[in-house]
């Protein structure tokens, strides 16, 4: 059975930070990656999806890697600003069932001004 | 356009009530779902509806009926709701057919069950 863990639970940094956020998981055999962004009371937004058959992407200060021998994405925010707290969250979704994600339970993300 | 939209942003009924939650995206995709979230927690996933035909019920309790009229917009349809019941309501689209399946949330209700 597949499960996704984020570590770590809750970080805080400083702005201007580099940091990055862990994701695993136990079945190598997904078909994408996506990262979620959530504001407290909000809904989702999806920040970087990565495919099975890719190594990484990127959408601005934001890089997604994947590894998927290993079990392991990471996301990676470059020069943290105050705007980026909030939970990020890892869902896998597995071959032959793509429109089910499986979730970790998220990393809490406050950036201090 | 990348937006689901979802009304109402906030509902408040008792156990004897019936009300509606809606789901509205333009996108021309032809797969949505509803999703429940508890505060701290990750969501979990209800229905998804594939060409506006239920495609997946993760076992969800009969107070709670979904419907599809058409490729836009997706209804979840409450009654006897119990407080436990409380919680986010997050609407959410893909592309069915599509190399990547990525999902695109709604906002989300915020229902209160009394």
């Known amino acids: 059975k597949q499960e996704v863990t984020q570590i770590p639970a809750a970080l805080s940094v400083p702005e201007g930070e580099n940091l990055v956020l862990n994701c695993s998981f136990t079945?190598?055999?997904?078909?994408?990656l996506q990262w979620f962004r959530q504001d407290p009371g909000k809904g989702l937004t999806s920040l970087l999806l990565?495919?099975?058959s890719q190594r990484e992407q990127t959408s601005g200060r934001l890089n997604a890697s994947l590894d998927k021998s290993s079990g392991r994405s990471t996301l990676y925010i470059a020069a943290s600003q105050p705007g980026d707290s909030a939970t990020y969250l890892c869902?896998?979704?597995?071959?032959?069932?793509?429109?089910?994600?499986?979730w970790g339970l998220g990393t809490s993300l406050a950036v201090n001004p | 356009d990348t937006e689901v939209t979802q009304t109402p942003k906030h509902l408040v009924m008792g156990m004897t009530n019936k009300k509606s939650l809606k789901c509205e995206q333009h996108?021309?995709?032809?797969?949505m779902y509803w999703y429940k979230q508890k505060a701290k927690k990750p969501p979990e996933l209800m229905f998804v509806?594939?060409?506006?035909?239920?495609?997946i019920n993760e076992s969800v309790p009969s107070r709670f009926s979904p419907e599809c009229p058409n490729s836009s917009l997706l209804n979840l349809h409450l009654h006897a709701l119990q407080p436990e019941d409380s919680a986010l309501y997050l609407c959410?689209?893909?592309?069915?057919?599509?190399?990547?399946?990525?999902?695109?949330f709604g906002p989300g209700t915020r229902l209160t069950v009394t």
């Open positions: 959410a689209s893909s592309q069915e057919g599509a190399v990547t399946y990525e999902q695109y």
């Open positions: 996108m021309g995709h032809r797969a």
């Open positions: 509806y594939s060409y506006e035909k239920l495609s």
């Open positions: 079945d190598s055999a997904i078909y994408n």
């Open positions: 990565i495919q099975s």
């Open positions: 869902a896998v979704s597995e071959a032959g069932n793509n429109r089910k994600l499986i």
